[in-house]
Nanobody
């Protein structure tokens, strides 16, 4: 299973970005997916997750109401729509696939990880 995140960039406070994670190999529609981020000098942080069917989603308090996770089980992609971006959202964003069908927030629940995409929000 390979995961590839894309869509990052440099934006200003209040702008929007849409990240996309393309997954190849395995049976994408069977597993929950998640987005995590890591800022320089900080630990990896949970951002959002979605169940295998897309019916359940889970967000960190820091992004709730601003970010939306979605998936397309035909295209094998999971997206993260990020609105009202803030400088504290600056980080490398990575997507990951769980062992399970649900939406989880702990990194230990995830088995496959993709290389991240940099998001930088200037003030």
């Amino acid at each position: 299973v390979q995961l590839q995140a894309s869509g990052g960039g440099l934006v200003q406070t209040g702008d929007s970005l849409r990240l996309s994670c393309s997954v190849s190999g395995g049976t994408f529609s069977n597993y929950g997916m998640g987005w995590f981020r890591q800022a320089p000098g900080k630990e990896r942080e949970f951002v959002a997750s979605i169940s295998f069917s897309g019916t359940s989603t889970f967000y960190s308090d820091s992004v709730k109401g601003r970010f939306t996770i979605s998936r397309d089980n035909v295209k094998n992609t999971v997206d993260l729509q990020m609105n009202s971006l803030k400088p504290e959202d600056t980080a490398v964003y990575s997507c990951a696939q769980t062992y399970y069908t649900g939406a989880f927030y702990q990194p230990r629940e995830y088995y496959y990880w993709g290389q991240g995409t940099q998001v930088t929000v200037s003030s």
